[in-house]
Nanobody, 125 residues
Framework: VQLQASGGGLMQAGGSLRLSCAAS????????MGWFRQAPGKEREFVAA????????DYADSLKGRVTISRDNARNTVTLQMTNLKPEDTAVYYC???????????????????WGQGTLVTVSS
């Protein structure tokens, strides 16, 4: 399994971002997908997750209303959109793939087996 995240870069506060993650090497539609982020000096934290069928999404409470996760099983991609960016959104963003059997995608990083290399998002004020 390979996960390739893209779309990061230098952003302006108040702006928006769109991150994409392309998956290969597995039947994409069989697995849940998630986005996590890790800011400098902090632990990795959950951002958003989407079930294998795209029917169920979950978001970090602190980010609800600003983030949207979606997936295209035909294109083997998962996308994260975030609006009203803040300097505290600066982090490396990772996409990850989970093989858990539950109908809902997990929100714990421990339940994700494969990780992309991450894409750096820097939000300037």
């Amino acid at each position: 399994v390979q996960l390739q995240a893209s779309g990061g870069g230098l952003m302006q506060a108040g702006g928006s971002l769109r991150l994409s993650c392309a998956a290969s090497g597995a039947t994409f539609s069989r697995y849940h997908m998630g986005w996590f982020r890790q800011a400098p000096g902090k632990e990795r934290e959950f951002v958003a997750a989407i079930s294998r069928s795209a029917g169920i999404t979950d978001y970090a409470d602190s980010l609800k209303g600003r983030v949207t996760i979606s997936r295209d099983n035909a294109r083997n991609t998962v996308t994260l959109q975030m609006t009203n960016l803040k300097p505290e959104d600066t982090a490396v963003y990772y996409c990850a793939q989970s093989f858990t059997v539950n109908s809902r995608a997990p929100i714990s990083a421990n339940d994700y087996a494969y990780w992309g290399q991450g894409t750096l998002v820097t939000v300037s004020s």
